[in-house]
């Protein structure tokens, strides 16, 4: 049974059409965390909600937002796309271990084009 | 310099075949280990989770982590082509708030038949 739920799996857009990826968990778990993968590249953490607490990574663009509007649900809102941003989009929980050492849950991800 | 690093390879080996995965790294204060296997398209699983120095053992997967040389091993014995995927090392700890992962590149590894 899926645990962390994202969807679409695949999405097109068209260049600066505002675009939202959807990401919804059964685990109850605290953190929520958005990453942008792009080929042959590592996961790059984009922010991270701690229950309401949204923390955004310092170099992550402006034209990339998030909400997460209860415990199970998380919205990744790209406000203009460009050609840079198509790539994959992985949502992650896990539960709040201060220091490290908590194990991060994977979504299937969503591949995200952009025309 | 990147704060892990990890041979991209590509990686191609033969049905039973021992694997060998590394990964290096600069920060002292990681604490936690991980290694997660991501198939073609999909979002990575957790595979081996290790905390501070020493070995772990799961099946065909042995885990490694020396501290002292910031240096971290993935071992797949009797290696099947089910095993072909990127294997990605990741570390936490040392204060980073709500476990921040910091991943390497990614080993591609293809296990022929």
């Known amino acids: 049974d899926a645990m962390v739920i994202q969807n679409p799996r695949y999405q097109v857009t068209q260049f600066g059409k505002p675009v939202t990826l959807s990401c919804s968990q059964t685990?109850?778990?605290?953190?929520m965390y958005w990453y942008q993968q792009k080929s042959s590249q590592a996961p790059k953490l984009l922010f991270h909600?701690?229950?309401?607490?949204?923390?955004n990574e310092a170099d992550t663009p402006d034209n990339f937002q998030s909400r997460r509007p209860n415990t199970s649900f998380c919205f990744l809102d790209i406000r203009s796309p460009g050609l840079g941003d198509a790539a994959m989009y992985l949502c992650a929980t896990s539960t709040d271990v201060s220091g490290g050492g908590n194990i991060q849950y994977f979504g299937a991800g969503t591949r995200l084009s952009v025309l | 310099q990147k704060e892990v690093e990890q041979d991209p390879g590509p990686l191609s080996v033969p049905e039973g075949a021992i694997v060998s995965l590394n990964c290096t790294y600069s920060?002292?204060?990681?604490?936690?280990f991980m290694w997660y296997r991501q198939y073609s398209r999909k979002g990575p699983e957790l595979l081996m989770y290790?905390?501070?120095?020493g070995n772990k053992e799961d099946g065909r997967f042995t885990a490694q982590v020396d501290k002292s040389s910031k240096y971290i091993s993935l071992f797949i014995r009797d290696s099947q082509p089910s095993d072909s995927a990127t294997y990605l090392c990741a570390m936490s700890g040392g204060g980073t708030s709500y476990g921040k992962l910091t991943f390497g590149q990614g080993t591609i590894l293809t296990v022929h038949p």
């Open positions: 685990l109850n778990h605290n953190v």
């Open positions: 290790t905390y501070s120095s």
């Open positions: 909600y701690y229950d309401k607490d949204f923390n």
């Open positions: 920060n002292s204060a990681f604490q936690y």
